[in-house]
């Protein structure tokens, strides 16, 4: 309140004292209310209080903040007393502001002291996790993310990444994804699930009383897999998604029959339709699902990657083993790098020759000798670059031109790791094209080592199966 009222003085707006009375107020009339224990969260850097989207996340949580960093003032700090505010000098004003903004904990001097401090400080207040904010073209109060992560897991807290750009502001879709994942781990302990060797998980075909279902809803293509008590897979299937999720839900409840009792957890795109509160066990974040698989099949590795190649986003999981939380990161609104590249080009394909598959594509572009490399960063411009060159390209030029997409998709997907895991590392690929033997051939080249998947589990239904997983 305090940086409220400075800066309304400074402004000469009067509405300075008035706003924080109704605040004072608020505060007053929410403390005489009866409220349900939540969990205490904190945040770092610039709050984009505009995103209701994000809050109404964090509110259904049950989640309050209990430490912010734009507020985080410390003592350090020398503040002009409220009722000599009127009669300082402009002189007097700019040099106690740049006093402030120089010694403020999220500002300059030692950044990396400071952020270990703020962290510290938010733990002892009682935060079970971190929210990070970061804005392109507005770093004056962003130091280095991963200093800024560390710091917060060397405090013990949980942590998220949310990035965005401060004038088109946050993508909804992975802010949202990464919120939510967050929010949920906050929520649920750590536990590893009772499969104990990953060979061992086949098709069965024998009957059992309960089902768990999983639903992926996928931006382009929506998959399911069935799984009984002993989280053995029983079936899965994809299909196109369309953009009628509840209508999806019911069609595969029509095809699984009412015959037993089944329980049903949905993920994805649509996952948090409300719609679906009342009609499913379980509503997740395709993250979360995706790291209840990994720790389910994944027992045996440490400091492993995750990359989930989709229609429309790619995500990264870092993980020092598979009890802990893994480290996340996806693209933001661009679809640059990811599956979308491949089908439109195949979609465009089609239009002449109906029976090519995806698997044409790779086995086409695995034929090269070589890339012809993909020379543009944007997914729009990729496609339209590409099918321009297949269209004028003979036999030999357009497997080139194809291993150069796969290149393309492998090099953004290596933008997105950890700075000191880009050169090389072991990799769990999943999503549509992760057993292309083009793409695994060119993480191979790359310096990769990659994990194969158990037999009779298909890379893309592995959001799916974590997504059955999360049922009790």
């Known amino acids: 309140m305090h940086w409220h009222m400075l800066f309304s003085a400074f402004w000469g707006d009067p509405m300075g004292y008035s706003i924080c009375k109704q605040l004072k107020e608020d505060f007053i009339q929410e403390l005489s209310k009866e409220h349900k224990p939540g969990t205490r969260i904190s945040f770092f850097s610039l709050i984009p209080y505009g995103r209701s989207d994000l809050w109404r996340k964090i509110t259904e949580a049950n989640c309050y903040t209990t430490f912010e960093g734009v507020n985080y003032l410390s003592d350090k700090l020398s503040f002009i007393a409220m009722d000599k505010i009127h009669n300082c000098s402009e002189n007097e004003l700019f040099e106690n502001l740049a006093y402030n903004l120089i010694h403020s904990p999220m500002r300059g001097l030692d950044m990396a002291k400071k952020t270990e401090t703020f962290m510290n400080d938010a733990h002892s207040n009682g935060a079970k996790g971190m929210v990070i904010f970061t804005h392109e073209h507005c770093q004056m109060l962003a130091v280095r ?8 897991t060397h405090a013990g807290l949980k942590s998220v990444s949310i990035s965005g750009d401060c004038i088109l502001g946050m993508p909804p879709g992975p802010a949202g994804i990464r919120l939510g994942t967050f929010l949920n781990s906050l929520r649920t302990e750590n536990k590893v699930l009772n499969i104990i060797d990953p060979d061992k998980i086949s098709l069965i075909t024998r009957k059992v009383n309960d089902w768990r279902v999983g639903v992926d809803f996928g931006s382009g293509f929506s998959k399911y897999a069935v799984i009984d008590n002993d989280n053995q897979l029983i079936k899965y299937e994809m299909f196109n998604s369309g953009i009628d999720y509840p209508h999806l839900l019911e069609e595969i409840k029509l095809k699984l029959g009412n015959n037993r009792n089944i329980h049903f957890a949905v993920a994805g795109v649509g996952g948090d339709n409300p719609q679906f509160k009342d009609n499913v066990t379980v509503q997740t974040t395709e993250i979360s699902a995706l790291i209840q698989a990994v720790r389910s099949i994944c027992l045996q590795y440490v400091g492993f990657t995750v990359i989930d190649i989709g229609t429309q986003d790619v995500k990264v999981l870092k993980f020092n083993n ?24 195949l979609e465009r394909w089609q239009q002449t020759n109906p029976e090519i598959r995806f698997t044409d594509l790779d086995d086409m572009a695995f034929d090269a000798a070589k890339s012809e490399l993909v020379n543009t960063t944007c997914g729009i411009f990729a496609v339209t670059n590409v099918v321009s060159a297949l269209v004028q390209s003979n036999t030999g030029r357009r497997k080139e031109i194809l291993r150069g997409v796969y290149e393309y998709i492998a090099e953004q997907a290596i933008r997105l790791l950890p700075n000191n895991e880009k050169q090389s590392g072991l990799l769990l690929l999943t999503g549509g094209i992760a057993n292309h033997r083009t793409l695994n051939q060119i993480f191979i080249e790359k310096g990769f080592e990659l994990i194969k998947l158990p037999n009779k589990i298909h890379p893309q239904f592995l959001v799916a199966y974590g997504t059955a997983l999360t049922v009790n």
């Open 145 to 152: 993310l991963d200093e800024v992560e560390k710091a917060a």
């Open 322 to 345: 598979p009890a802990d939380e893994p480290w996340v990161n996806t693209n933001k609104s661009c679809g640059a790098g990811t599956g979308m590249v491949l089908k439109q080009i």
